[in-house]
T-cell receptor, first 113, second 113 residues
Framework: TAGITQAPTSQILAAGRSMTLRCTQDMRHNAMYWYRQDLGLGLRLIHYSNTAGTTGKGEVPDGYSVSRANTDDFPLTLASAVPSQTSVYFC????????????FGEGSRLTVL | GDSVTQMEGPVTLSEEAFLTINCTYTATGYPSLFWYVQYPGEGLQLLLKATKADDKGSNKGFEATYRKETTSFHLEKGSVQVSDSAVYFCALSGTYNFNKFYFGSGTKLNVKP
């Protein structure tokens, strides 16, 4: 079972360039999330989507945008990357009607120079 | 707002030692509580959970009890193994928006042979 697939696994990006991190799930979960993980800060929510067609802002949304055109895909876009966006990004999903458990992808390590 | 505070690490133990990682929370209502584990180079995965006061979650020898009177959900294991070395995250899902998850900053556990 694939679960959640993220791409790319790792990327180095020049400041000012745009980048889209891809996230696909095959569990038909309604809710999806993007988190960033930074040393000492744990996981911080960037954006979330409770269902296809809707999105919401998390704790640290500035500089990021998301879309949710269908149930399976939840891409995260950095329109103009800055060095402070260097981080490990995790996509996750949950089944609103189920256990409330979050299922995570393997992460995407992004370095902005 | 809702939040989670967990003890800072790293925690270094010898194999077969007793483990406690403290976690306290702030929340309105009755949140669900979780412990997630992250092994090196991987995404987070659910370790255990509890959905109401006095519930005990358990898995792989780990246990945590939902204590509403002390707003705590401490993680314990009687005898740790080297394979338990990982980062452990305490988390809660909001009572009124159960799709909102709040994470602690993580506690790194190192178990030495």
């Amino acid at each position: 079972t694939a679960g959640i697939t993220q791409a790319p696994t790792s990327q180095i990006l020049a400041a000012g360039r745009s980048m889209t991190l891809r996230c696909t799930q095959d569990m038909r979960h309604n809710a999806m999330y993007w988190y960033r993980q930074d040393l000492g800060l744990g996981l911080r929510l960037i954006h979330y989507s409770n269902t296809a067609g809707t999105t919401g802002k998390g704790e640290v949304p500035d500089g990021y945008s998301v879309s949710r055109a269908n149930t399976d895909d939840f891409p995260l876009t950095l329109a103009s990357a800055v060095p402070s966006q260097t981080s490990v990004y995790f996509c996750a999903s949950s089944d609103r009607a189920g256990t409330g458990e979050l299922f995570f992808g393997e992460g995407s390590r992004l370095t902005v120079l | 707002g809702d939040s989670v505070t967990q003890m800072e690490g790293p925690v270094t133990l010898s194999e077969e030692a007793f483990l406690t990682i403290n976690c306290t929370y702030t929340a309105t209502g009755y949140p669900s509580l979780f412990w997630y584990v992250q092994y090196p180079g991987e995404g987070l995965q659910l370790l255990l959970k509890a959905t109401k006061a006095d519930d005990k979650g358990s898995n792989k020898g780990f246990e945590a009890t939902y204590r509403k009177e002390t707003t705590s959900f401490h993680l314990e294991k009687g005898s740790v193994q080297v394979s338990d070395s990982a980062v452990y995250f305490c988390a809660l899902s909001g009572t009124y928006n159960f799709n909102k998850f709040y994470f602690g900053s993580g506690t790194k556990l190192n178990v030495k042979p």
